[in-house]
C-alpha cells in the first residue's frame, strides 16, 4: 500500500487514537490527542472534522475521540504494517529495539501489501514486536491479553514483561543492557524513588516513568528471559 501525503496523515491520527487505548480503557481526548501527535490543538480539531466526515471516528465536540468500525480496521492496518517492519529491521537488519520506531513510521506509509506479507512470511508471521506490542492479523484480528503496569502491580508483584512501551529509548536500552524484554520474569522490587525490578539474582534500577511503560503479566509456572 503506497500512501499519498493526506492519507498518511489520516494514517498517522487513527494510528495514535486506536494505540492510546490499546492497553487501557481510557478515551483519548483532542487536547492528549494533540499532544502525542506534536500539533497544535486547532489543527487536530480540523482534522477530526474531517475523519468524522469521512467515517472513520465519532467525535462530540469538547468530548472524546472514538473510532468507527471503519476506522479501526484502518487503524489495523497501520499498526500491522507499523509492527511488522518494526520486527523485520531488529530481527534481520540489525537495528537495536530503540531505533526501529522512527523508520517503521517512514515505511509503514510506503511498503507496499505484498512485500510487507512476503516480509512477515519469512519471519514465521510474528504476533508480537520486539516490545511485546501486538501485531494485528491481516484480517485485522487482534486479542490483548491481561496485563497490568508495573506501577499498578506494586512493589513485590511478579511476572513475565509482556511490552514495553517504546516512547523513552532510555527505558528499552536499559532493559537491553540487562538482558530483560518480553518473556522475561520480573518481580518488583520498589516504585520510589526510582522503579527496581529484580530478575533472577540482578536488580535493576531504571529511569522515573519507567513503571507506567511496563506491562506485566501472571506467573506462569514455567519461564524463561527472552534475549534482545
Known amino acids: ?13 487513527l494510528k495514535t487514537i486506536y494505540a492510546y487505548t490499546e492497553w487501557q480503557d481510557d478515551p483519548i481526548t483532542p487536547s492528549v490527542l494533540a499532544g502525542r501527535l506534536g500539533l497544535a ?7 477530526v472534522k474531517k475523519l468524522a466526515a469521512a467515517g472513520l471516528v465519532s467525535h462530540v465536540r469538547y468530548g472524546a475521540i472514538s473510532l468507527t468500525e471503519e476506522g479501526r480496521m484502518r487503524a489495523l492496518a497501520v499498526v500491522r504494517r507499523h509492527r511488522i517492519v518494526e520486527t523485520w529491521l531488529v530481527r534481520e537488519m540489525g537495528y537495536a529495539w530503540d531505533e526501529v520506531h522512527d523508520e517503521a ?8 501489501d505484498r512485500l510487507l506479507e512476503a516480509i512477515s512470511a519469512r519471519m ?46 532510555r527505558v528499552l536500552r536499559q532493559l537491553a543492557e540487562n538482558r530483560l524484554g518480553p518473556g522475561s520474569i520480573i518481580r518488583v522490587e520498589a516504585l520510589t524513588p526510582l ?24 506467573l506462569a509456572r514455567s519461564g524463561g528471559k527472552s534475549e534482545i
Open 1 to 13: 500500500m503506497f500512501s499519498s501525503g493526506r492519507e498518511s496523515a489520516h494514517e498517522d491520527y
Open 195 to 218: 522503579p527496581v525490578l529484580a530478575a533472577g539474582d540482578a536488580r535493576v534500577e531504571l529511569p522515573e516513568g519507567a513503571a507506567e511503560a511496563i506491562w506485566i503479566g501472571e
Open 41 to 47: 490543538p486547532s489543527t487536530v480539531t480540523e482534522m
Open 124 to 169: 514465521g508471521h510474528p504476533t508480537a514486536d520486539p516490545h511485546g506490542d501486538l501485531i494485528p492479523d491481516a484480517a485485522g484480528h487482534v486479542v490483548r491479553p491481561e496485563t497490568r503496569t508495573v506501577a499498578a502491580a506494586g512493589v513485590g508483584a511478579e511476572g513475565p514483561i509482556v511490552r514495553i512501551r517504546d516512547r523513552d529509548p
Open 105 to 112: 513510521e517512514v515505511l509503514e506509509h510506503s511498503i507496499s
